[in-house]
């Protein structure tokens, strides 16, 4: 049930005692998990009321509660922003509302932020890099989720399995996110600290300076470009390339080269997030509205492109090493290699085959035993397999052999075909 601004004041003044609205007006964010509201006071002070829609959004917000708690003042001074302060709560039931100090500065759409001063963009990148460079203890002594490259792209692979079963979602589309999650060069990154639920809701602006960051829900360690996202999906690239101009020179680490291809993964992935929380909402508008986005991603892909997300180029449908449909994929991928070992290298191809040249004169016939013999190149040239930089120096005769690959294996193919001239 929604709770409209009005209802809204009425729980703030259970919340904070002495707090006497006088004005109020409906403030932004998600719909699908939190009702809000901007109060003034009788004194001329501003709140913000956030109150959880369903049980899942209302531990989001005691979570951000807690981690609210462990921005001591010594970090929070650290910060180029202001973050929110818990004035009070109360609790409804099973879902609790709480009550926050008002902060400076309102939000603006992505449009306003994409032609607004350059400054902007400059503030939006350093405000990002400040929450990427917060010391990693803050998360792990709050005991939120923290995840290795290799976990974080597991969970993804865990998500995709989970969003295919629907029968909702475009086949392309799942192609081209397994294809990205299984190219494992793309997901090598130093985890840091994420805030996870970044975007243009929660970065409230004034006077082209970023003044405060809400929204702590999702507090991690992860892939920072989670963070990047929503950036990402504005499709304003010289706005884009500003941020991560200062967002590279603030950080202390520098980002890593895939940073805007995860990020439009990202994007684009939590379509179906929202398909699969719509579908378990039991929420049919939620549905068809990521229904409609997924077709109309897809549509934009087929006719466009697209953002660019994997590393390796995805096969084209229908090639040899492609696939006709995609296919959903299985939980617990075991050919899913490690996001943090070392990528594939070229090697020499074992095998080489060429075409044996037709000899003048000589006709192929169902029969050749009372042919004479003529003297043909060999079908089949050999070379030796380079020995592996693990095994340098060991003994060849000691070398095993190579075992027979199964059904399954998708290693690089160790014949390659040569069309030679002929004779």
């Known amino acids: ?18 707090l006497t609205p006088t004005a109020v007006s409906s403030a932004p964010d998600d719909p699908a998990d939190f009702d809000s509201a901007l109060l003034l006071d009788s004194e001329g002070k501003r709140w913000r009321v956030r109150s959880p829609r369903h049980a899942e959004a ?19 001074a650290e910060l180029p922003f202001l973050m929110p302060t818990v004035a009070g709560s109360v609790r409804l039931g099973t879902l609790t509302t709480f009550v926050y100090s008002h902060l400076s500065g309102s939000t603006r759409s992505v449009e306003e932020l994409t032609s607004g001063p350059a400054g902007v963009a400059r503030e939006i990148g ?22 290795t490259p290799n976990e974080f792209r597991q969970r993804r692979l865990n998500e995709l399995d989970q969003a295919a079963t629907t029968g909702k979602i475009p086949a392309a589309l799942l192609r081209r996110w397994e294809h990205a999650m299984e ?42 470009a989670d963070d990047f996202a929503w950036l990402v999906a504005s499709n304003e690239q010289d706005f884009i390339d500003a941020v991560l101009k200062a967002y590279t020179s603030s950080r202390r680490d520098a980002p890593d080269q895939h940073l805007l291809r995860r990020a439009a993964l990202s994007a684009e992935f939590a379509l179906a997030q929202y398909l699969v929380k719509g579908l378990a909402a039991g929420d049919r508008d939620m549905v068809s509205e990521a229904e409609g986005m997924l077709e109309s991603l897809a549509s934009d892909i087929a006719e466009y492109g697209g953002q660019p997300i994997s590393v390796e180029p995805l096969p084209a449908k229908g090639s040899p ?30 095998v080489t085959v060429i075409p044996v040249p037709v000899q003048p004169g000589i006709q192929a016939q169902p029969s050749v035993a009372a042919q004479p013999a003529v003297p043909v190149q060999p079908a089949v040239h050999v070379a030796p397999i ?38």
């Open 1 to 18: 049930m929604r709770r409209k601004p009005i209802e809204l004041a009425a729980i703030a003044t259970a919340a904070v005692p002495g």
């Open 58 to 76: 209302s531990a989001r917000l005691e979570t951000e509660f807690l981690v609210l708690r462990a921005f001591a003042p010594a970090v929070r």
């Open 126 to 147: 350093s405000a990002l890099a400040a929450v990427h460079d917060l010391p990693r203890a803050l998360v792990s002594n709050a005991d939120l989720p923290s995840y």
């Open 183 to 224: 190219d494992v060069s793309l997901w090598r990154f130093n985890p840091c600290v994420v805030h996870g639920d970044l975007h243009e809701d929660n970065l409230l602006v004034e006077s082209g300076r970023v003044t405060a960051v809400t929204g702590w829900t999702d507090l991690r360690i992860g892939d920072p």
């Open 321 to 350: 090493d492609g696939h006709g449909t995609a296919e959903p994929a299985t939980a617990g991928r075991s050919g899913a290699g490690s996001a943090t070992g070392g990528g594939s290298s070229a090697v020499t191809p074992a």
């Open 386 to 423: 380079p020995v592996e930089p693990s095994a340098a120096g060991a003994d060849p005769a000691e070398v095993p052999k190579a075992e027979a690959k199964g059904p399954d294996d998708t290693s690089t193919a160790a014949i390659s075909v040569i069309n030679a001239k002929q004779g």
